[in-house]
Structures are given as structure tokens and as C-alpha cells.
């Protein structure tokens, strides 16, 4: 029975002693890294405050919002070719309806679609005259 007992306290004595280095060790990987969680965490609090205040001053406000030249001119040229499909379409609809409210051949159908579309005249070809009146959509 002394001796079932000696057995008993020299493993409970060997357990403790493993598991107080397993804690000890997690404990060393363990501070380093919340002192580094902490100190990481207060400067990067520090640097956003400082960047926010410095950022949204009210005389940079112009300088944040101004828009770009090259997107200007990329919006500018977007607007263009809206403009310029916009009035394809209103010509196509305007020929089409002529075609279904009279009897034109398909020749007066493309010199009316070019005379619409505002190029040309009708001593062209109705090709030429149609081609000059789109040439500027594809710029």
C-alpha cells in the first residue's frame, strides 16, 4: 500500500512538473506577443488620428475632390459618344417609322437616315452621305 502510494505521488509529482512547463512556456510565448498586441494596437491608433486630422483639413478639401484631367477628358468623350448614339438611335427610329408610314425604297430610307443624322446631302451617294454623318462616333 506505501508503496502504491510513493508510485502515486511520484507520477502526480512528474505530471505537475510537465504541466507547470507546458504553462510556463505558453506564458513566454504568451507576453511577448500581448505587450506587441498592445503596442502595435496604440500606434495604429496614434497614426490613424494623425493621418485623419491631417487628411481632412478643410483647405485640402479642393485638392481631395478635384477630379483627374485624363478621367475629365474620358468623361468628357463618354458623354460624346452617349450624344452621338443617342441621335443614331432617334435617326434609326425616325427612318424606320418612315419606312412603316410610306413606301420608300431602301436607298431614300439610308439618304433620309443620313440627312437626319445631319451629314451629307442629297447629291451624295447614299453611302458617302452616311458614312460622313457617323465618321465621328469612333474617335
Do not use: C, W
Not at 483639413?57 to 483627374?68: Q, V
Amino acid at each position: 500500500d506505501d508503496e502504491h502510494q510513493a508510485l502515486t505521488i511520484s507520477t502526480t509529482r512528474v505530471l505537475l512538473g510537465s504541466y507547470y512547463e507546458i504553462v510556463r512556456g505558453s506564458l513566454q510565448d504568451m507576453v511577448p506577443k500581448a505587450v506587441m498586441h498592445f503596442l502595435v494596437n496604440e500606434m495604429n491608433a496614434s497614426i490613424e488620428q494623425s493621418l485623419i486630422r491631417n487628411l481632412f483639413r478643410e483647405e485640402r478639401f479642393a485638392e481631395l475632390l478635384a477630379e483627374p484631367g485624363e478621367l475629365a477628358k474620358r468623361r468628357q468623350r463618354a458623354h460624346e459618344a452617349y450624344v452621338a448614339l443617342k441621335a443614331a438611335l432617334d435617326a434609326m427610329d425616325h427612318v424606320v417609322n418612315n419606312m412603316t408610314t410610306s413606301k420608300h425604297s431602301l436607298s431614300e430610307s439610308v439618304v433620309s437616315l443620313a440627312m437626319h443624322m445631319g451629314g451629307g446631302n442629297e447629291n451624295q451617294s447614299p453611302a458617302s452621305s452616311l458614312n460622313s454623318s457617323v465618321s465621328g462616333f469612333y474617335r
